[in-house]
């Protein structure tokens, strides 16, 4: 708790969900030139941009959170650095979230 004492929570179920994977797998990413990791994810530089030039990725296909919020932030930092702008994402600001429920939070 908020004092540090150790609580217990007796639950008829534990569901631990780890390792999600991007949805990449029959886009033919291939086929223009796009790579990606072992994992799946479309290899892109710290601006999202992949090495094709004009083809940008964001959001669960890119390394990173899989969260709405962040990919956001990429898509509008990207927006930004297609009409010349210099935007910056910090992601060790980016909040995380843990959906549950009931909600607890």
């Not at 631990?16 to 990606?36: E, H, I, K, Y």
């Not at 892109?44 to 962040?70: E, F, N, S, Y």
């Not at 930004?80 to 910090?90: F, T």
Request: hydrophobic share 40%; glycine share 10%; net charge negative.
């Amino acid at each position: 708790d908020k004092d540090g004492k150790a609580q217990t929570l007796e639950v008829d179920r534990l569901i631990v969900s780890v390792g999600r994977v991007p949805n990449t797998d029959n886009l033919g990413l291939d086929a223009v030139g796009l790579g990606v990791d072992q994992r799946g994810f479309i290899e892109v530089d710290d601006h999202c941009q992949t090495k094709v030039p004009g083809i940008w990725a964001i959001g669960d296909v890119v390394r990173g959170p899989m969260l709405a919020h962040k990919a956001e932030d990429e898509g509008v930092a990207v927006a930004e650095r297609i009409v010349g702008q210099k935007p910056h994402i910090d992601f060790n600001t980016v909040p995380w979230v843990i959906y549950t429920f009931p909600e607890i939070a």
